[in-house]
């Protein structure tokens, strides 16, 4: 239980151009969706924490015009990179965690279970 | 403010030896600790988690981890070290506010043949 996809794995775009990165939760509700950046050789770098049905709260220095967040249902995310540059090139890994209690068929409320991560590079 | 700490960038260890990697926790309020591995090209994985009941926490091949509050500190430990898992390892302390995770600047771990 607890899985959570990424689509695409990798993307290859022309600069100028949008990206749109799908997060979803398999088999489980996900209240709150996170969204993180990784450089190479790096640790993980909170961009933003998307509530379902609400707007998302972003980290500090992170763009909210480039970088657009939706987390329209309780098992999908997505993220879209707007006018994509090559100092965009990254790794970016969602997670999710579910707001309710865990139970049966249902992870804890504690835990972020992570996507496999989309690999974004802009030519 | 919360953070996380790991000593050391990168740990080598032979096969069969023990592994040890370490975290050190700053928080203002009791913390929930998780110890998470990525292997390369791929997203997060949880190993385990510490959500204030038993100090010690058992996870996944085999790893385990002991909450010391005395000692601030949530060292990853197994027993003997496998070829599989050579990998990137984070530790992470939840925000008490909001759910998002604290990672710490993470451990690479070797495993010698």
């Known amino acids: 239980g607890a899985v959570v996809s990424q689509h695409p794995s990798w993307v290859i775009c022309k600069s100028g151009t949008s990206v749109k990165i799908e997060c979803r939760s398999l088999d489980f509700q996900a209240t709150t969706m996170f969204w993180y950046r990784q450089f190479p050789k790096q640790s993980l770098m909170l961009m933003a924490t998307?509530?379902?049905?609400?707007?998302?709260?972003?980290e500090q220095g992170v763009e909210k015009d480039k970088f657009l967040i939706n987390h329209a249902s309780l098992t999908l995310s997505t993220l879209t990179v707007t006018s994509a540059h090559p100092e965009d090139s990254s790794f970016y890994i969602c997670?999710?965690?579910?707001?309710?209690?865990?139970?049966?068929?249902?992870?804890?409320?504690?835990?972020?279970?992570f996507g496999p991560g989309t690999r974004l590079t802009v030519l | 403010a919360q953070s996380v700490t790991q000593l050391g960038s990168h740990v080598s260890v032979s096969e069969g030896a023990l592994v040890l990697l370490r975290c050190n926790y700053s928080s203002s309020v009791p913390p929930y600790l998780f110890w998470y591995v990525q292997y390369p090209n791929q997203g997060l994985q949880l190993l385990l988690k510490y959500t204030s009941a038993a100090t010690l926490v058992k996870g996944i091949n085999g790893f385990e981890a002991e909450f010391k509050k005395s000692e601030t500190s949530f060292h990853l430990t197994k027993p003997s070290a496998h070829m599989s898992d050579a990998a990137e390892y984070f530790c992470?302390?939840?925000?008490?506010?909001?759910?998002?995770?604290?990672f710490g600047q993470g451990t690479e771990l070797s495993v010698k043949p």
């Open positions: 992470a302390v939840r925000h008490n506010q909001g759910g998002k995770l604290i």
């Open positions: 998307s509530n379902e049905g609400s707007k998302a709260t972003y």
């Open positions: 997670s999710a965690s579910s707001g309710l209690a865990g139970g049966e068929n249902r992870p804890p409320r504690d835990t972020q279970y």
